[in-house]
């Protein structure tokens, strides 16, 4: 026992593979315990096991063996991952268990079988099982066929696939073993339940006696259908109804409803293997065929008939084979060989099904013709082939060769077509017999009924009664208005008998299409028959009543077909209940009619009806009008009053008032009578004979109209305008046609016979006389709407000139909607509602009109010898056969479907070796679907699929042609052609990467829009998923794209179904893609608008709030979607209607609507807009941008509005008609205003809406809209909303389309919209997208947007224009040359705006014009003479506070560096700790950036209530009096309550356009700034301060500097405040810190560009000017933050030396700067982060390699970036190389290899060095290291001195040098050269010292390059926001605005009377008489002493003070003698103001 112990110690997993059977018994015992008690399926426990289990079942001890088998059991039960051991296990089981003697483990092994089967493993498993069949022990055979029982028993044939088993169950059957034999048989009578006679055709062949047996057994099986006992995992609820229903005992129908699907699911066809056949053909039968003997032509046929016997045929080319069996059916003179033709084409079409499609088209007009034979048993072999035909194809695609052979004379001909159409009825459903279809059978049919020979018409009924089952009453009673009730009952009768053949595919799913939407289960199946009409029942209450009238066995819910037709029968044409007894009145003789009218009329008005006085004839009519209208209208006799008024005279009355009043009667008649046609008939000829009479015109067309109301438009609009051609009256015909358009506009344009009447139009189009032209066209111009653009098709060959006007007519009608009919509804349709009746009628119109088109048949032109062309061995014959092919086909323009042999011989080019050939034939295809029109179809199969092929062809445009032919044809047939069958799945299959990607690309585009597709699009599956495993990219990716579209129609279970044949590591990542393409599937298009408007149904109300919605959509009753509380009523209501619609009754729908349009229209989702951002943004959905919307932009507007706008909104939003549309704006202006939350949150989608409104054409739809906008926009701007980018960019684009509408209020209406955008968009941004729209085809656009673009820039001045407005201004000046003279004169008009705003620098910006434009621009300026004025200001209206400044300013900061500052502005506003505080201050106050970063109104301000003050004075520019003196202004001790934001409005008003508002805030600035206490205030602002600033010298330098008009002392006093605030900032340390790396780099740009404008040289003040800013710059270099300065001139550099158009100097000062740098580093060295030094200094090496540096013209760049780097390594020594952390790759950087080298040279060089003046040092070492150079250097210098060009460059470049080097040694250079040179360079020296000494600075007229002016500010990371509000975030009330108002007052002296006189501050320098700014003088004194401090300084300095100089900013900044100037100039001023105040 020892060892027992060992093993029992060991874990469970460890036991069981222990090779002690003891122990592995023993594990396996606990295992099964330890698998019974984990709870967890998900546990990792289990994963230990995965390895083991299948040990579990083989163990070779079989006691172990058996507990092993029940611990796998319980694994496979519980455990997550069982499935993962399917096959290993399966196997196992099969190998060595079922071989085994006990009972029991074989029990168990079939158990564990099935338990995998349960846990959705079932493949796996049967693939195991039947792998077991193949094994030698029949033990484990009889095992494996008994599992396979069970399976198929217990989970049916929808899990266990039958295929494969049918497969091998003939071997089975001829197995030596009995037992085998016994257990198949078993097998094969569990197969017989499951799918009865289908198991037939397999087991044909095996032995009688078994098959004998089989049959006995079969026939014991019980009938009921087999059902499902046990369930997968994933059909858990299906087992719970199962168990339901075991419970109750019954069997109900809900339950069976799946199962049911199942049974006739499996097809035998299915289960055979496909034989192939055309290789087994006698070698010699196609010259048998065609032999002279009969006997020889009979047996190659009997050869074929026996092949063709196999029930399943291999597909292939049958398409010679078909040919002959075509022509011997077709000519051969022995009948019985046609019979014997014909059932080898039964054969054929019965084995390859719908293969033989293809074939069909071409056999099926034969065999009708071939019925002439009256031999039955040809009759029954052509009967047995047409009927298996018929399957293998639709209807749709035979119908036209059906059509065409019933008009045969032959009466059996006709006969068996109707016979063979009642047949091919029976195999519809209401949804393959649509109303398209129906149509011309019925015609064809009605004429049947009524034929002469009895057979025919028995066979017409047979064919109608089938028609009237199948569809149902009301989509046929349409067609049968005009039979006489005998022949309808008859037609009824035979309905009655007809068995539809349910047993065939279409059946089944038919006969429960039928029954389903009575069941209550997917009540949309189809959107056919049952559906619509349940629906009606239940909405419309008008048939109501009438229902009962039909006859209708049994209540109406069991019979769905006359329930249906209790709805559609009276609904479909509710007029003819009273009129088919009336319809055929007979005619009356003149004598019965006066005794009848005797009888109505009094006897005095029959005497004098012929009286020849007037008189008494209009005295008689007086009588005959009051007797008409007291009579009732059952007792008016109508056709005996029209004939009494139409006896003599009658219509040739003289008398214009009789005639008039005689017309009057006729119209009353028709009116109040039931007027028959014969009456009609009577009175017609005499009105339209005085339709054209100006007297009693009107009259007649009254008369006609009601006639028309009588009997329907169609008929009497053709009697009309027939009777009105055949006479000659011109003015007739017109008023007739004039009539018509009116009549058609009335009545709608249902049944109108389009064909007759264009033959009427064409005649009236030839005539003489306009009038009758211009009515034809108006007609014409009527029935467009209706009709559409194929009207036009019919006049194509009409005179140009008529053509012409034909389409002006068109071209105005474009975009109408046709009006809704007004007339001939009431009685037309009740039920129809108008509205559908009149949709469903339209639609028909459309495809109508088509089919009307004259179309040749142009068989006769195909001959043989064309077809042989085509097929030719020479390209170039082939090529003439192809080009006959062309002429034929566009000499005919519109053909009929039959072309001969000319689809083969196409077919046959489509694979031609020459490409050229093939794109022509590509051609021709696309124009015989142009030509053809929709009987394309019956080609898809023969050459559309052909045509796919090509699209795997190598050559792109091939490819491209081919996918245009495929379209064109798409377009013509629909999808659905292409889609069923192989075909395509064959062509996704071929391994072709073109071929795939184009496919797929196709299909992705073409299956979003279908509705349904056909059920082979499944077989594509498995062809998609290798595509996404394709090795080419591009298939991969169009194979994902297409993904989600076959998921929308196949559904994600079918689709992860079929993964289960990949291998598994496909399989995983294929079921991946499947899941995400899962979250982007696309919803699928709704039904077109047919259905929607059928009034919604009583399930519809439960949808409308979407609490309800979804429980409502699964099926469940919605009280079990409990809506919330505050809807409980709606909901309440929509439970009731659930159930009432159940029982039929009707509730009314008026109430009903009422009560669920009352919660809000648009509901918040939180969140649901960004979200919407983020998936445009990452392309999970279509972004908004098109040129028109296309279905799929609609519907996935529609998806994302579903979630958050109420669903009858949605509806009424979506709707097909426009008038709906206006509802929808009705009721959102409505809601406008109290639900603004809403609107804003579902902003963007509403925006989107109405730019699909404005593709509409609809003028009403369009004013509303627009007017809806104006309103939305002015509510946005109240709520101070900003439209984010997503909104504007998906909206405004659309309404620049409008902006050219020819309508003129339209236009208004948009640029009104257009001006109040501006308020909640930035008005720069708008002109980007106004400018797009100057691009615009349209000139009315161009022209406005160009106007558009002068307002903008006369509003906001020139900082709109965008990008720069030197291009817009160009883009602008091109119109000038416009073709179109509105678009010149707007241009004109612009540009004139842009030069009174800015003067003559228009023209500079312009560029260069042609002379023309130049003169008329010119001639245009003198005109207008208007001075410019200064920077415009928008005052907007809508708010009255928003000063000018602010404005300005906002239009200021928006461009360029500002945007990108202000984003990030804002990112910190969001983060920082300014948030609470945002909602305190008023807009008015702070610094508007808002308006520059668009900031979408994350921060609301709520507007304090203030007192309205008039504040209007603070702003107009104050005359300010002599401010007093007075202590620091106590404006600021409030600071601390109210700081950032009165910062913020201050530092806003820094960048103001208007002068004095500048200088004001800089002077309260500069107070903050001079106050200790109060500094630290500025904290926090000084890069918004600095950006505020040197916007302002931007603005000076662009604008102000340019403006004549200004004075110019005024911009020196505003350069004055600027500079001198500047100062007081740069003297506090702490603050000038703050600023960041991109601010100082802007303000260094701004300033160095001051320094060098020549402007300023010219003004007194200017030299002053200079030098305080040389003042700030030493300044700026020292107090700011040493890193950030540093880098900020090292990008300054970089940019300055890259931009071409900068200037030398620019750069000269930037380095100059970098050496002061340079020589701060000593003291500053350790609070540089040096890291970020060298990164920079890396940046600049990369753009600027040594070799780009050493071809600059001047070596400064070169030796600056030299000094400073050797500045570093001697202060940081080798530690220098730790700091390059920054740099990505190091070893590349050329930086790393120079500090390398630097660092060696200085280390050797470092002992003698150490204790020199640094800074001399710092000189000598870069002395040291240049020491090579300079001879290099001074050779070139003194080459350039030596040439003429250069002599003066050289001169200065000398003496730069010397001053650099004091001690470098040129006088080796000098010796060799003459005496005259040598004094010349002397000279030149001097020359250049004194003029540099004597300017002070370098002189440059260069201006600042606009390229500088551009670049962006890369904000740094300290970049802190403009807090708005109050520092502690208190409310501020209006008092301490009040407050501040007073102390504004008292500061600016108002409010005392004695003003007393004091001098001004002009902040350091600027003329003393000039009262600006209140400050006081202690102000100048505090800038003495700093200037005091600062020569102090200087003086300490190493006095060497030239080299120093020289060598740090050089001549530029103030050197200390200059500083000692100013301080001078500054004392003498001092004295000046301080005598001036005595």
């Not at 004979?689 to 009497?716: F, Y």
Request: some cysteine.
């Amino acid at each position: 026992m020892g060892d027992d112990s060992e093993w029992m110690k060991l874990p469970i997993d460890q036991k069981c593979e222990h090779k002690l059977w003891k122990a592995r018994l023993n594990g396996y015992e606990e295992a099964l315990k330890l698998f019974q008690k984990i709870d967890d399926e998900k546990s990792p426990e289990w994963s230990k096991y995965l390895g083991l289990i299948k040990k579990f079942v083989t163990d070779s001890n079989a006691v172990a063996q058996l507990k092993g088998l029940e611990a796998a059991l319980a694994y496979v039960e519980n455990a997550h991952v069982a499935g993962k051991t399917t096959g290993e296990v399966a196997s196992g089981v099969v190998n060595k268990v079922f071989n085994q003697p006990k009972a029991r483990a074989k029990e168990l092994g079939l158990d564990i079988c099935l338990m995998y089967i349960e846990i959705e493993k079932g493949e796996a498993v049967q693939e195991e099982l039947l792998k077991g069949l193949d094994n030698k022990n029949p033990k484990i055979i009889v095992a494996c066929i008994e599992t396979l029982r069970k399976a198929l028993s217990e989970f049916g044939s929808k899990i266990i696939s039958l295929k494969p088993i049918i497969k091998v169950l003939p071997k089975l059957f001829e197995s030596r073993e009995k037992a085998v034999r016994d257990e198949a048989k078993l097998l094969a009578v569990e197969i017989y339940r499951w799918i009865r006679d289908a198991l037939r055709p397999p087991l044909q062949n095996i032995n009688s006696v078994q098959l004998k047996e089989l049959e006995e057994e079969w026939v014991k099986v019980s009938s009921a259908a087999p059902k499902q006992t046990r369930f997968l995992r994933s059909q858990q609820e299906l087992k719970a109804k199962f168990e339901q229903q075991q419970a109750a005992g019954g069997d109900a129908d809900g339950g069976g409803d799946d199962e049911e699907e199942a049974v006739p699911q499996v097809d035998a066809y299915e289960l055979l293997e496909a034989v192939e056949i055309l290789s087994k053909l006698p070698k010699d039968f196609y010259e048998k065929i065609e032999a002279k003997k009969w006997q020889e032509r009979k047996e190659a046929l009997e050869a074929v008939e026996l092949l063709v016997k196999n029930p399943k045929l291999e597909s292939g080319d049958y398409a010679d084979l078909v040919k002959v069996l075509k022509k011997v059916v077709g000519k051969d003179t022995n009948v019985m060989l046609v019979a014997l033709a014909a059932k080898c084409l039964a054969g054929l079409a019965t084995g390859l099904r719908k293969k033989f499609g293809q074939y069909a088209g071409h056999v099926v007009p034969t065999i009708l013709e071939k019925f002439k034979e009256k031999k039955p048993q040809v009759v029954q072999a052509l009967q047995e082939a047409i009927d298996a035909i018929f399957l293998t194809t639709t209807l749709q695609n035979i119908s036209e060769d059906v059509l065409a052979v019933m008009d045969n004379k032959n009466p059996t001909i006709k006969q068996q077509t109707s016979l063979f159409i009642a047949r091919s009825f029976r195999h519809c459903t209401p949804s393959t017999l649509p109303k398209s279809l129906l149509k011309p059978f019925c015609a064809a049919l009605l004429k049947h009924i009524n034929d002469s020979a009895p057979e025919v018409r028995d066979a017409g009924f047979e064919a109608l009664g089938t028609a009237l089952k199948v569809a149902g009453e009301k989509a046929v009673n349409p067609f049968l208005a005009d039979v006489d009730k005998l022949k309808l009952d008859r037609i009824k009768e035979c309905a009655e008998k007809v068995e539809l053949v349910y047993g065939k595919k279409t059946g089944g799913a038919a006969e429960k299409k039928e029954g389903r939407p009575v069941s209550g289960k997917t009540p949309a199946l189809s959107g056919s028959g049952g559906d619509k009409e349940t629906k009606d029942a239940a909405t419309k209450p008008g048939p109501q009543k009438k229902a009962p009238a039909v006859k209708s066995g049994g209540p109406p819910k069991k019979s769905k077909p006359a329930g249906a037709a209790g709805v559609g029968g009276a609904g479909a044409k509710g007029k003819k209940g009273p009129e088919t007894k009336e319809i055929f009145e007979s005619e009356l003789s003149i004598e019965v009619c006066e005794e009848k009218a005797a009888a109505v009329l009094p006897a005095s008005c029959i005497q004098q009806l012929d009286s020849g006085n007037w008189k008494e004839r209009l005295a008689c009519m007086e009588e005959f009008q009051k007797a008409v209208e007291l009579m009732e209208r059952s007792e008016m006799p109508c056709q005996v009053l029209v004939r009494m008024l139409a006896k003599k005279p009658g219509w040739k009355e003289t008398n214009f008032q009789v005639m008039q009043m005689k017309l009057h009667i006729v119209a009353l008649i028709a009116q109040k009578g039931n007027f028959s046609k014969t009456s009609a008939q009577v009175v017609l000829d005499g009105l339209v004979d005085k339709v054209g009479d100006v007297k009693c015109g009107s009259n007649a067309k009254e008369a006609m109209t009601a006639i028309a109301e009588a009997c329907q438009l169609p008929w009497t609009a053709e009697q009309v305008v027939a009777t009105a051609f055949s006479q000659k009256n011109p003015k007739n015909q017109s008023e007739t046609l004039n009539w018509l358009s009116n009549a058609i506009k009335e009545f709608g344009f249902s049944g109108l016979n389009v064909k007759a009447f264009i033959s009427n139009v064409k005649t009236a189009l030839a005539a003489t006389n306009p009038a009758v032209r211009t009515s034809a066209i108006t007609l014409l111009g009527v029935m467009y709407l209706y009709v559409g653009p194929p009207l036009r098709m019919f006049f194509e060959d009409e005179k140009p000139a008529l053509l012409s006007q034909i389409d002006a007519e068109f071209e105005k009608m474009q975009g109408q909607t046709a009006p809704a009919p007004t007339r001939g509804i009431s009685r037309n349709s009740v039920a129809g509602g108008g509205d559908d009746a009149e949709e469903e009628e339209q639609e028909d119109v459309g495809n109508d009109v088509v089919d009307l088109l004259p179309r040749t048949d142009i068989g006769e032109k195909i001959t043989a010898e064309l077809v042989s062309k085509i097929g030719d061995k020479n390209w170039k014959i082939r090529k003439e056969g192809l080009d006959e092919v062309t002429s034929i086909i566009n000499d005919a323009k519109f053909i009929q479907p039959n072309i001969g042999e000319l689809p083969a011989a196409l077919k046959g080019r489509l694979n031609d070796s020459n490409k050229i050939l093939v794109q022509q034939t590509l051609s021709i295809l696309q124009q015989l679907a142009t030509a053809m029109g929709p009987n394309i179809k019956q080609h898809v199969k023969n050459l559309g699929i052909p045509v796919i092929t090509v699209l795997g062809d190598s050559k792109n445009n091939v490819r491209a042609a081919a996918l245009a032919t495929v379209n064109a044809w798409a377009e013509q047939t629909g999808m659905k052609e292409w889609l069923e069958g192989e075909d395509l799945s064959e062509e996704l299959k071929k391994e072709n990467p073109f071929l795939r990607q184009e496919l797929l690309g196709w299909l992705a585009e073409k299956l979003p829009t279908l509705r349904s597709v056909p059920s082979d699009l499944l077989l594509c599956v498995p062809h998609l998923y290798s595509c996404l495993e394709d090795r080419n990219g591009d298939v991969r990716k169009k194979a994902q794209d297409a993904l989600p579209f076959f998921m929308m129609h196949l559904g994600f279970e079918k689709m992860a179904k079929a993964t289960s044949k990949l291998k598994p590591t496909s399989k995983d990542q294929v079921l991946a893609m499947l899941e995400k393409a899962k979250a982007n599937m696309p919803a699928k298009p709704a039904a077109p608008a047919k259905a929607s408007c059928r009034g919604a149904g009583g399930a519809a109300p439960a949808k409308f709030q979407p609490a309800s919605a979804s429980a409502e959509d699964s099926g469940s009753s919605s009280a079990e979607s409990k809506p919330d509380p505050k809807r409980a009523k709606a909901g309440g209501a929509s439970s009731k209607a659930k159930g009432v619609q159940g029982k039929k009754v009707l509730s009314k729908p008026t109430l009903k609507e009422d009560d669920d349009k009352s919660g809000p229209i648009f509901i918040i989702v939180p969140n649901g807009k960004e979200q919407r951002m983020k998936d445009e943004k990452g392309l999970k959905v279509l972004k908004w941008n098109f040129t028109t919307p296309r279905d799929e932009y609609i519907d996935q507007l529609k998806t994302q509005m579903s979630s958050c706008v109420a669903k009858w909104l949605q509806d009424e939003m979506f709707h097909a008609d426009f008038q709906h549309h206006n509802k929808a704006l009705a009721v959102m202006i409505e809601h406008l205003e109290n639900e603004k939350d809403g609107v804003i949150s579902c902003l963007d989608l509403i925006l989107k809406w109405l730019t699909l409104r404005f593709f509409d054409t609809n003028t009403s739809v369009l004013m509303k809209a627009l007017e809806y906008l104006k309103l939305l926009f002015n509510l946005l701007s109240q709520e101070e909303y900003h439209l984010t980018e997503n909104e504007a960019s998906s909206f405004i684009p659309y309404l620049i389309l409008k902006v050219g509408e020819p309508k003129d209020v339209i236009r208004r209406d948009v640029r009104a919209i257009l001006n109040r955008m501006c308020l909640i968009y930035p008005a720069s941004k708008m002109f980007t997208f106004i400018m797009e729209g100057t691009k615009s085809k349209n000139s009315k656009q161009r022209a406005e947007c160009l106007e558009e673009l002068g307002c903008l820039v006369e509003s906001y001045g020139m900082n709109v224009c965008q990008p720069t407005p030197g291009k817009a201004l160009k883009e602008m000046a091109t119109h000038i040359g416009d073709r179109d003279n509105t678009v010149r004169n707007a241009a004109l008009n612009t540009i004139v705006t842009v030069y009174n705003v800015h003067g003559d620098q228009v023209f500079k910006l312009i560029g260069n014009l042609s002379e023309k434009d130049m003169s008329m621009l010119e001639e245009r300026i003198k005109r207008s003479a208007k001075r410019p004025s200064a920077a415009p200001v928008r005052q907007a209206e809508e708010k009255p506070l928003r000063a000018q400044n602010i404005s300005t300013n906002a239009s200021m900061l928006r461009k360029g560096p500002a945007e990108d500052m202000s984003s990030k502005l804002n990112q910190n506003r969001n983060m920082g700790g300014h948030a609470e505080t945002a909602h305190t201050v008023p807009r008015e106050f702070q610094l508007d950036l808002d308006e520059i970063e668009n900031d979408n109104g994350t921060v609301r301000c709520e507007m304090p209530a203030l007192v309205q003050h008039k504040l209007d004075d603070i702003f107009e520019p104050v005359l300010i009096p002599e401010p007093k003196i007075r202590a620091v202004s106590p404006h600021f001790d409030d600071m601390h309550s109210n700081t950032a934001s009165t910062i913020n409005f201050v530092i806003s008003q820094v960048a103001s356009g208007d002068i004095n508002t500048s200088i004001q805030a800089l002077a309260q600035i500069d107070e903050v700034l001079r106050q200790e206490d109060k500094a630290e205030a500025m904290s926090g602002h000084i890069d918004q301060f600095l950006i505020a600033t040197f916007m302002q010298l931007r603005l000076i330098y662009n604008t102000h500097m340019a403006d004549e008009k200004l004075d110019k002392d005024e911009i020196v006093k505003l350069y004055s405040c600027i500079i001198g605030s500047m100062i007081s900032l740069f003297q506090i340390e702490s603050l000038a810190r703050e600023a960041s790396t991109g601010v100082l780099k802007d303000l260094m740009h701004g300033l160095i560009t001051l320094m060098l404008d020549s402007r300023l040289e010219d003004l007194e003040e200017g030299e002053q000017v200079i030098r305080s800013v040389n003042l700030l710059v030493v300044k700026v270099l020292e107090k700011s933050d040493q890193t950030n300065i540093l880098s900020a001139l090292l990008v300054l550099l970089q940019d300055s030396l890259l931009a071409t158009a900068s200037s030398p100097k620019f750069s000269e000062l930037v380095m100059k700067c970098l050496w002061r740098m340079v020589r701060l580093l000593p003291e500053t060295i350790n609070s540089i982060n040096l890291d970020r030094i060298l990164l920079d200094i890396h940046i600049f090496m990369k753009v600027f390699p040594k070799e780009k540096l050493k071809q600059c013209k001047s070596e400064f760049p070169i030796r600056t970036l030299k000094t400073l780097l050797h500045t570093l390594c001697k202060l940081k020594g080798p530690k220098i190389l730790d700091h390059l952390t920054m740099i990505d790759n190091k070893n590349e950087s050329e930086l790393e290899a120079h500090l390398c080298r630097v660092v060696k040279h200085s280390m050797d060089q470092s002992g003698n060095k150490a204790d020199k003046d640094t800074e001399k040092g710092a000189s000598r070492i870069e002395e040291k290291a240049s020491k090579a150079k300079v001879n290099d250097i001074l050779a070139e210098i003194f080459k350039k001195i030596g040439s003429k060009e250069n002599t003066k460059e050289g001169l200065a470049e000398l003496y730069e040098y010397k001053k650099k080097y004091s001690d470098a040694d040129i006088e080796p250079f000098l010796k060799n050269s003459s005496q005259f040179f040598q004094s010349y360079v002397e000279r030149g020296l001097r020359l250049i010292e004194t003029e540099r000494e004597g300017k002070g600075r370098i002189a440059a007229s260069t201006g600042i390059s606009s390229q500088m002016e551009g670049t962006c500010v890369p904000a740094s990371t300290h970049t802190v926001s403009s807090s708005i509000g109050n520092s502690n975030g208190e409310e501020v009330g209006p008092s301490v605005y009040l407050e501040r108002l007073k102390i504004l007052r008292q500061r600016c002296g108002l409010d005392n009377a004695k003003q007393e006189d004091r001098p001004p501050l002009t902040s350091l320098l600027s003329k003393p008489a000039l009262p600006t700014v209140a400050s006081s003088t202690d102000m100048l004194h505090s800038k003495l002493s700093q200037l005091r401090e600062s020569r102090e300084q200087y003086q300490h300095l190493d006095l060497d003070s030239n080299q120093t100089h020289s060598s740090g900013i050089g001549t530029t900044l103030a050197s200390p003698s200059s500083a000692a100037a100013n301080i001078d100039d500054l004392k003498k001023r001092l004295e000046r103001i301080k005598s001036s105040r005595k």
